[in-house]
């Protein structure tokens, strides 16, 4: 069952170009989604001039060969791997959701375009779409900062809530219309689809794209000196900041007072 394709099955009902033409509309869609974000709420324009901000303030020039490495680094880390979570689970729940979801879409456009009858494809499509529902529940249920810190109840829907909610009615629906078949399933599973990728405008699916950019500008800032246009602190154990700042001796001294766990008192149950 999870290793043939199910779009095979609705070759009398649905012709594959009429699937093909389906795919390459939600690309449109996601397309054009982003650049009408982009210009809606001026990013491409933020983050132009806050590089031009970075650059008159920045102390140093940056090599090629640093800008590449800040490249790989933003890749493999606020990319890839999603280090900038600092709690397990929610970093967990986002790789399982993010990677689940490329080889959901993936497998998708190989089965459809490249007629996969059976095999390796339609088993990494069932397992994408079972990766973002684990990660997605996961996170929906145990992890959403609203729910565990401020007590609102799990059903609470707001706008921000659009992309998650439709992506867990894609792959959930899709789950259930592979193993269960019908047309019912079918449908639902094409509209939470549609829904996913027409409502980029509304919905937090484009900050995907802008992510990798805002963190590897953040990377270059911390190269060049420039720091994002904040003051240089500088190195609060130094001699010479704490005798530019009297009170620094005071609260750090050479052996600090111990204070108490502070907010790691407990357990954080939020982001």
Not at 27 to 56: C, M, P
Not at 119 to 140: D, E, K, R, T
Not at 231 to 255: C, F, H, K, W
Not at 257 to 265: A, T
């Amino acid at each position: 069952m999870f290793t043939a394709n199910p779009f095979t099955d609705l070759a009398d009902l649905i012709t594959p170009a009429m699937m093909q033409v389906y795919v390459v509309a939600m690309f449109i869609a996601v397309a054009a989604g982003t650049i009408i974000d982009v210009i809606h709420k001026k990013s491409a324009k933020y983050f132009s001039e806050n590089a031009k901000k970075a650059q008159q303030a920045a102390r140093r020039t940056v090599s090629g060969g640093e800008k590449m490495g800040a490249a790989i680094s933003t890749i493999t880390n606020e990319v890839l791997t999603s280090s900038e979570f600092a709690n397990p689970q929610r970093r967990m729940s986002h790789l399982m959701t993010m990677w689940g979801f490329i080889l959901f879409v993936v497998s998708t456009v190989v089965m459809i375009f490249g007629g996969v009858e059976s095999g390796i494809w339609p088993l990494l499509w069932h397992i994408g779409a079972l990766s973002v529902c684990v990660g997605g529940y996961w996170f929906w249920f145990f992890i959403r900062c609203d729910v565990n810190s401020e007590g609102h109840p799990w059903y609470k829907l707001v706008r921000a809530d659009l992309f998650i909610v439709s992506l867990l009615m894609t792959t959930t629906f899709a789950l259930l219309w592979s193993i269960l078949g019908g047309i019912l399933l079918f449908a639902i599973f094409i509209l939470a689809s549609t829904v996913l990728f027409t409502t980029v405008l509304w919905s937090k699916f484009a900050h995907m794209f802008f992510k990798p950019a805002a963190a590897y500008q953040k990377k270059i800032t911390k190269l060049d000196g420039s720091q994002e246009n904040l003051p240089d602190v500088g190195d609060l154990s130094d001699p010479s900041i704490q005798a530019r700042y009297p009170d620094i001796p005071e609260y750090m001294g050479t052996s600090p007072e111990y204070m108490g766990l502070g907010i790691k008192r407990e357990a954080p149950n939020h982001y």
